[in-house]
């Protein structure tokens, strides 16, 4: 299985919007649901902000979204704040018990 | 308050074995619902899922690493471990250990541990 598909980067102005895609195909993205989203600041571990497509963890602001359509997942981050400017990866649990991570995208707060 | 932290050496030999601990504490790794995973990321790049081990022992692996990983688990110290065999520079990386709820993503990390393989 090859890893998942995500822009390289994204940006937004404070308070807007950004949505950053997750794409896969119809063996892994499009047959399960267990796709999660992480966020990583420089010098971080990743932290869990989105589980099964569009739960959060507690203490994860509503401004963190997420969706699946078909073959392609997407995390959309509104009301962009400074704090927000990280690296965003898309994971999934799917089939062979076999985890796939997207290449990850930088989002920019300009 | 659950905590993972990895330890091991830092630097590593080319075609030597990495082996890396991860101790828990704050819960057990024995306790249902959960997977015990390693995940590394050279600098720069992406996240690498490596492989987990569940409650009962059981390890799923990276099929591109599989041929030279091996999980293990000591309960009794609550821990588990990675080893990874005929590293060359490529596997230069942080890598991490990290808590997995099933099906509900990696919900807690360890610090990370950096290993440099070079001569």
């Known amino acids: 299985q090859s890893a998942l598909t995500q822009p390289p980067s994204a940006s937004g102005s404070p308070g807007q919007s950004v949505t950053i895609s997750c794409t896969g195909t119809s063996s892994d993205i499009g047959a399960y649901k267990f796709v999660s989203w992480y966020q990583q600041h420089p010098g971080k571990a990743p932290k869990l902000i989105l589980y099964?497509?569009?739960e959060r963890p507690s203490g994860v602001p509503d401004r963190f979204a997420g969706s699946k359509s078909g073959n392609t997942a997407s995390l959309t981050v509104s009301g962009l704040q400074a704090d927000d400017e990280a690296d965003y990866y898309c994971?999934?649990?799917?089939?062979?018990?076999?985890?796939?991570f997207g290449g990850g995208t930088k989002l920019t707060v300009l | 308050q659950v905590q993972l932290q990895e330890s091991g050496p830092g630097l590593v030999k080319p075609s030597q074995t990495l082996t890396l601990t991860c101790n828990v504490s704050?819960?057990?790794?024995?306790?249902?619902?959960?997977?015990w995973s390693w995940i590394r990321q050279p600098a720069g790049k992406a996240l690498e899922w490596i492989g987990r081990i569940s409650i009962n022992g059981r390890s799923s692996y990276n099929p591109s690493l599989r041929s030279r990983v091996a999980l293990s688990r000591d309960a009794s110290m609550n821990q588990f471990s990675l080893r990874l065999s005929s590293v060359t520079a490529a596997d230069t990386a942080m890598y991490y250990c990290a808590k997995e709820r099933v099906g509900a993503g990696f919900e807690q990390w360890g610090q990370g541990a950096l290993v440099t393989v070079s001569s």
């Open positions: 994971s999934l649990n799917g089939d062979g018990n076999i985890i796939l």
């Open positions: 099964t497509v569009s």
């Open positions: 704050g819960a057990s790794i024995t306790s249902g619902g959960y997977y």
